[in-house]
């Protein structure tokens, strides 16, 4: 027998020595459309007018990969809301509804887990769509049940990056307390961003791949009894590179959150991504090559290519991301956070490496490595 089939054979598993995830459930708003419904709706904004907008519309509508996708409110409905460009209001409706679908994916986590609400030690809760203080985990702790004392760490600004940064932290929290149990709470709503009069290329592009969701992670401590099958998070990784604040993230003023999208982002993954990929994974004597399962925030079509070509790998390694993104679009942090829930529905062979990888504003790379 080989090396790797001692490693991958479920007959010899090995013992975890850090923390694994117990559930994820995610949950999405009733209003869902097909790509062409919410491409037409767009085409008869002001932004579209023109002729190169409507250009740039077919274009991504070809290319995309998006095939359906899950918006906060009925579809005219956002159109007339992005028009009156009301922060207040659309602040106001993001938090209603990020308030819905997070205990909605934090119950069904926490019920999938075999957990209690009150055993919750501590939760991590990660958005980039809206803006509530108190942070939406407060707001949520005495409505499903969590204890007074629940330790609290709210992360905002990570973007896309946020469901991978928050399953690090997950890892960090639960290495420090074995014994403990924590969750990731992750809520985007994209499509209540979406600016109709911002007639930029960038925006375009973001008004048709985005989509609205939440995912919720239940993970154990290594030494917390009964946590069913899951992954275990063996390790993490960050980088940020300098000089790249303006390329990816949010300009945020009285007209609510402006996407800021640069066509430099897959040059910075086909650049970037191979640095931190062989950083996390030298530590632990990998190649990409021996990663049997990759949970990959692909961002868009142009994403995938780069991810592709700096990684090495096939287009099968993608399937599970291009199938998140054909049926919800990107979902920003919660992405990840779909993409590995399907991973667990049908698992890789024991003991065998995934790797957890996202881009988000910064311009930053979180990386989570697993073990199955």
């Known amino acids: 027998m080989s090396m790797a089939q001692a490693t991958h054979d479920r007959s010899r598993p090995s013992a975890a020595t850090g923390p694994r995830v117990a559930a994820i459930r995610t949950a999405f708003p009733p209003y869902q459309y097909r790509q062409e419904e919410i491409l037409a709706a767009l085409a008869r904004t002001t932004l579209l007018e023109s002729e190169v907008g409507a250009l740039v519309l077919r274009k991504i509508h070809a290319s995309s990969g998006v095939e359906t996708r899950s918006l906060s409110l009925p579809l005219e409905k956002l159109v007339d809301l992005a028009r009156r460009e009301d922060f207040t209001e659309q602040n106001r409706i993001w938090l209603d509804t990020a308030m819905d679908l997070g205990e909605q994916a934090l119950i069904g986590a926490l019920r999938t887990a075999g957990v209690q609400p009150e055993e919750v030690d501590a939760v991590i809760s990660t958005t980039v769509t809206g803006l509530a203080v108190p942070s939406l985990e407060a707001r949520l702790a005495h409505r499903v049940g969590l204890r007074p004392d629940v330790k609290r760490i709210p992360l905002f600004g990570s973007g896309c990056a946020g469901g991978a940064a928050g399953l690090a932290r997950l890892h960090d929290y639960l290495r420090a307390h074995p014994g403990q149990v924590a969750v990731l709470l992750a809520v985007e709503l994209c499509t209540l961003a979406h600016q109709v009069k911002d007639g930029s290329v960038a925006n375009i592009v973001a008004g048709s791949l985005f989509g609205d969701g939440a995912a919720a992670v239940v993970a154990f401590g290594a030494q917390r009894d009964g946590c069913p099958a899951g992954p275990e998070l063996v390790d993490t990784h960050s980088l940020l590179v300098p000089g790249t604040e303006d390329v990816l993230g949010w300009d945020i003023g009285s007209h609510g959150f402006r996407i800021l999208l640069s066509p430099e982002v ?3 993954t086909e650049k970037h ?28 079509p142009k994403v995938f290519t780069a991810v592709q070509q700096a990684l090495d790998v096939p287009p ?6 291009r199938r998140s993104v054909a049926e ?15 991973a667990m529905e049908s698992p890789p062979p024991a003991n065998a490496p995934g790797l957890v990888a996202a881009m988000g504003p910064g311009f930053a790379i979180e990386l989570v490595l697993l073990r199955w």
């Open 328 to 342: 919800r679009g990107n979902l920003s942090s919660v992405s990840v956070l779909d993409v590995l829930h399907a």
């Open 266 to 268: 897959p040059a910075l």
């Open 316 to 321: 099968a390694a993608l399937r599970l991301t």
């Open 273 to 300: 991504l191979p640095t931190a990929v062989q950083g996390l994974l030298s530590r632990h004597a990998l190649s990409p090559h021996e990663i049997a399962s990759w949970i990959i925030h692909g961002g868009g």
